[in-house]
């Protein structure tokens, strides 16, 4: 089966611009997230998705941070304005149960804020 | 993604030996727990899991050993190979079952 798809793959922007990241996981996965990997650390989960729906976002800085899901398949997440803190690899991730934690995870788009 | 294994501890070893990486965790309620592998460039890749109602899992090459008293977890590597150099993080699982908290992480570099 086709693995969970991230774009783009790398991104380069000056601190307060926009930028949005795609996902598109694995077919027939209810459930995404959304990760974060700042350079040296374990991933923190920003956002997860069951369908359409949000389960858990407390973690998302919803003051920039933004994510969306409208059909139940494909994410987007946005970040307006970027901050040079929020340099990291976002990581997609899709399982097919919430409750099925070994999910699979994409390649991940490595922002850098400059 | 390219360069996780910056500023992670770092675990050398040499081709053909065994590998031991370990974990704290901090959730004493937390009852299910994974290990995963993460190489440069890549997202993390489940490697096994264990439950908090088993003390030792054991799969191709890999066991995993689970210390409930001291929330202490370990991932071991039979026979390490240089394809097994990548970044290794353990994570635990929340109460409801839904969430993965990750750990610090750990560089297994493989000598040839």
């Known amino acids: 089966e086709a693995g969970v798809a991230q774009s783009p793959r790398y991104k380069i922007i000056e601190k307060r611009q926009s930028v949005a990241f795609w996902c598109n996981p694995i077919s027939g996965h209810a459930t995404l997230y959304w990760y974060q990997q700042i350079l040296g650390q374990g991933p923190k989960l920003l956002i997860q998705?069951?369908?359409?729906?949000?389960?858990?976002d407390s973690q998302l800085p919803k003051d920039r941070f933004s994510a969306e899901r409208l059909k139940g398949v494909d994410s987007t997440l946005k970040i307006q304005p970027a901050k040079l803190e929020d340099s990291a690899v976002y990581l997609c991730?899709?399982?097919?149960?919430?409750?099925?934690?070994?999910?699979?995870f994409g390649s991940g788009t490595r922002l850098t804020v400059v | 993604g390219e360069n996780v294994g910056l500023h992670l501890p770092t675990l050398s070893v040499q081709e053909g030996d065994n590998s031991i990486i370990n974990c704290a965790y901090s959730?004493?309620?937390?009852?299910?727990f994974i290990w995963y592998k993460q190489e440069s460039g890549k997202g993390p890749q489940f490697i096994i899991d264990?439950?908090?109602?088993?003390d030792k899992r054991q799969g191709q090459r890999v066991t995993v050993l689970l210390n409930k008293t001291v929330k202490h977890l370990s991932l071991q590597i039979a026979a390490t190979q240089p394809g097994d150099s990548a970044v290794y993080f353990c994570?635990?699982?929340?109460?409801?079952?839904?969430?993965?908290?990750f750990g610090g992480g750990t560089r297994l570099m493989v000598k040839p």
């Open positions: 991730a899709s399982s097919l149960d919430p409750h099925r934690v070994g999910y699979t």
């Open positions: 998705f069951q369908n359409n729906g949000v389960v858990d």
């Open positions: 264990i439950r908090s109602n088993m």
């Open positions: 959730n004493s309620a937390s009852d299910y």
């Open positions: 994570a635990e699982e929340n109460n409801a079952g839904n969430m993965l908290t």
